[in-house]
């Protein structure tokens, strides 16, 4: 059920966006292809006699307190305007579940000040459908309680993926995952200070958020980079399945395209150590090519020239660059890779798994050593969203090592691993202090920023956000 459940998770957008956006003869293709799929899914996951190895938990309230701890992090996120909302992102998902809402699907501007005319809103736009559809029936404010409602939904699911993949459902590792972060703090300190409201731009070229910051700024990116990541590597350690591989991946193309990439690494481990012949699936040779196809159609309608992209090496003084990335890498995963290394090593009985661990660390250690060389977007969205499913897969790795039988704090490669934990830890807290210190400031969401329209994104990066009416999907593939 829970694969089967993220799946459909990860559909229903889809499934929206067709009825609004495509003409009827493609809507009726792309839906037929995605429910066979889930149906074809759901046959797959019915008859899988592998059983699922998570131990149970003898604390009877963990599934209680999992709950409790998932509405705080909605609270805390600020989805639906019930906690704190910083300014910047929020803005900008208020804008468009405000438009979704309000305006006629597809989405064109015509009269609207600040923008061009006839252009569409272009966006990877699958978090916010399901919330704007209901807010399309009860009005505006219902439909951001349903993004509230849709975002608690997705982090139950990670919730739950992240204690199966660790064979443990105790809850603080679910409280723990929020604390996971690279050590900004001493990037800062290196620096000898900076700004500590946005600590992990420490390195300036880009960054790797911590999985609060992932909560709070950008959960478009993370529901479906942690959730359709999950899907993916259970299939690949349960059973060397790939069935279900590419139809997940190709599920996040309107979720985040970044995530769509990030995922590119996992299946190249998939396609070298999973049973290949498992891939010949109606979800991955039908469903998936149709989904990313209408995907990329729908995403390429924004100029492309507005969207910087270039080597690091060429945006930034070379000289400072290759000073600058090596103190990157060590400071956002690389220490961490050194001291969790051991315990992954060929014959080593430290972590109780097989050698799918050492695979995971390998591409991630890789993906996240690659990632920084190249940009893409204003703000380098390539760095920092890419990355998640590496991410995704580094931090449950070290999950598994820290919770594994056989760690032992006194040893000082455990101990020093502690410390770079704790260090990484302040960014977290310091992110979850000032979501607290802000609530009484969520007040005013009430009067103004549901009502924002994506004009009020600042004018740098708003060609980022609209489309070319001669586009071929808008030309071709919409009503």
């Given at each position: 059920m829970l694969t089967i459940l993220s799946l459909i998770y990860l559909a229903l957008p889809y499934l929206i966006f067709?009825?609004?956006?495509?003409?009827?003869?493609?809507?009726?293709?792309?839906?037929i292809a995605i429910v066979v799929g889930l149906v074809m899914?759901?046959?797959?996951?019915?008859?899988?006699?592998?059983?699922?190895?998570?131990?149970?938990?003898?604390?009877?309230?963990?599934?209680?307190?999992?709950?409790a701890i998932t509405l705080g992090l909605v609270y805390l996120s600020g989805a639906g305007g019930l906690g704190y909302q910083q300014a910047g992102d929020w803005i900008k998902h208020n804008a468009v579940l405000h438009d979704l809402t309000v305006y006629d699907w597809p989405v064109r501007y015509t009269d609207t000040a600040g923008l061009p005319h006839g252009r569409y809103l272009t966006y990877y736009i699958a978090y916010y459908l399901p919330a704007a559809a209901v807010g399309r029936a009860v009005g505006l404010?219902?439909?951001?309680?349903?993004l509230a409602?849709?975002?608690?939904?997705?982090?139950?699911?990670s919730a739950v993926w992240i204690g199966r993949l660790l064979g443990n459902r105790a809850w603080w590792f679910w409280a723990g995952w929020f604390f996971l972060s690279g050590m900004d703090a001493a990037g800062v300190a290196?620096?000898?200070?900076?700004?500590?409201?946005?600590?992990?731009?420490?390195?300036?070229?880009?960054?790797?958020?911590?999985?609060?910051?992932?909560?709070?700024?950008?959960?478009?990116?993370?529901?479906?980079?942690?959730?359709?990541?999950?899907?993916?590597?259970d299939r690949a350690e349960r059973a060397a399945d790939l069935s279900l591989a590419g139809f997940?991946?190709?599920?996040?193309?309107?979720?985040?395209?970044?995530?769509?990439?990030?995922?590119?690494?996992?299946?190249?481990v998939l396609l070298l150590r999973g049973r290949l012949r498992t891939a010949m699936s109606w979800e991955n040779f039908v469903a998936a090519p149709l989904i990313l196809l209408v995907s990329v159609a729908y995403l390429a309608s924004v100029e492309p020239a507005q969207v910087p992209h270039q080597w690091n090496m060429a945006w930034y003084d070379w000289q400072w660059f290759v000073k600058a990335l090596p103190v990157f890498w060590i400071l956002e995963f690389g220490l961490y890779a050194a001291l969790l290394y051991p315990s992954l090593r060929s014959g080593s009985a430290e972590l109780p798994s097989d050698s799918w661990n050492r695979s995971w660390f390998w591409m991630a250690a890789a993906t996240l050593t690659a990632l920084p060389l190249y940009r893409i977007g204003i703000l380098n969205d390539l760095v920092m969203r890419a990355s998640i499913p590496a991410l995704f897969l580094f931090w449950?790795?070290?999950?598994?090592?820290?919770?594994?039988?056989?760690?032992?704090?006194?040893?000082?490669?455990?101990?020093?691993?502690?410390?770079?934990?704790?260090?990484?830890?302040i960014q977290p807290f310091h992110q979850a202090a000032v979501q607290i210190s802000g609530t009484p400031r969520h007040l005013n969401y009430a009067a103004g920023s549901p009502r924002v329209t994506i004009a009020a994104v600042p004018q740098k990066f708003l060609p980022q956000y609209l489309g070319r009416p001669d586009s071929f999907f808008f030309r071709r593939l919409a009503p």
């Open positions: 067709a009825c609004g956006w495509l003409w009827w003869p493609y809507a009726t293709v792309l839906w899914a759901g046959r797959t996951l019915r008859h899988d006699p592998r059983p699922d190895q998570t131990r149970p938990s003898r604390n009877v309230l963990n599934p209680v307190f999992i709950a404010i219902g439909g951001h309680l349903a409602i849709w975002t608690y939904g997705g982090l139950l699911l290196l620096r000898g200070g900076g700004d500590w409201t946005f600590l992990e731009w420490w390195a300036s070229l880009g960054q790797y958020s911590s999985n609060m910051s992932l909560l709070v700024w950008v959960p478009q990116h993370a529901l479906p980079g942690w959730i359709a990541t999950a899907v993916v590597v997940a991946a190709a599920l996040t193309g309107l979720w985040s395209p970044f995530v769509t990439i990030g995922l590119v690494p996992v299946a190249c449950v790795l070290l999950l598994r090592a820290v919770s594994s039988r056989n760690f032992r704090w006194e040893q000082w490669r455990w101990s020093l691993l502690l410390v770079c934990l704790l260090i990484g830890a």
